[in-house]
């Protein structure tokens, strides 16, 4: 157990619905990251928080979204979802940004 | 850009026996850490090793340890007498200089290890 938790583990919506999904980092850990995992894509970088603020962006949709709240948990939204939104999607944290990431179990999302 | 290959789509090995995992690594910044983790097929990713660029010693965690050879630019996972729980996907990851994106991992495709009894 790494200590990183996400809610829900699995979640089956439909194509143009909007779902969110949480993460609560261990504890003191900072930094919040999210990936996501496809089996086209492999495993790719979204979007990164530091104490609240974002801290870098990777090749994450319009349609996503992420914030970062005062007491460190983070949100990812999806909205206007897709078949190709389909994947494990990874919430990471670290106590500070140069540290190892540890990773949550993931969300499974299955977009019909 | 940072590029991370693994050239090992799947890797067999008998158990109590050690393997190597390949990672090549491309990137022109002096500063960098290397990682590896495990996926197995419950899903989650577990941390396993971690190679500064700076450090001097191959890192070593228990059965796990990094051959590190920087100027072939090369961080090959090795795991010694291998047990039928390490039969999973391993990845290996470089994290990117905080000064020019934040912290993110870039990884490899990953290497299926098998673990045959």
């Known amino acids: 157990d790494s200590g990183v938790t996400q809610t829900p583990k699995h979640l089956i919506t439909a194509t143009g619905q909007r779902v969110t999904l949480r993460c609560s980092p261990r504890s003191g850990d900072l930094s919040v990251y999210w990936y996501q995992q496809s089996l086209d894509q492999g495993l790719q970088f979204l979007i990164q928080?530091?104490?609240?603020?974002?801290?870098a962006k990777g090749n994450i949709l319009e349609r996503f979204s992420a914030q970062q709240f005062p007491d460190l948990h983070s949100e990812l939204n999806l909205s206007s979802l897709e078949l190709g939104d389909s994947a494990l999607y990874f919430c990471?944290?670290?106590?500070?940004?140069?540290?190892?990431?540890?990773f949550g179990p993931g969300t499974r999302l299955l977009v019909l | 850009a940072q590029k991370i290959t693994q050239t090992q789509p799947g890797m067999f090995v008998q158990e109590k026996e050690a393997v190597t995992l390949d990672c090549t690594y491309d990137?022109?910044?002096?500063?960098?850490?290397l990682f590896w983790y495990k996926q197995p097929s419950s899903g989650e990713m577990i941390f396993l090793i971690y190679q500064g660029s700076y450090d001097q010693q191959n890192a070593t965690e228990g059965r796990y340890s990094l051959n590190f050879q920087k100027a072939r630019k090369s961080a090959n996972l090795v795991i010694s007498a291998s047990q039928l729980g390490d039969s999973a996907m391993y990845f290996c990851a470089m994290r990117d200089p905080e000064e020019t994106s934040g912290s993110r991992l870039t990884f490899g495709e990953g290497t299926q290890l098998t673990v045959n009894p």
């Open positions: 928080y530091y104490n609240g603020e974002e801290r």
């Open positions: 990137t022109s910044d002096p500063s960098y850490g």
């Open positions: 990471a944290s670290s106590h500070a940004p140069r540290e190892t990431q540890y």
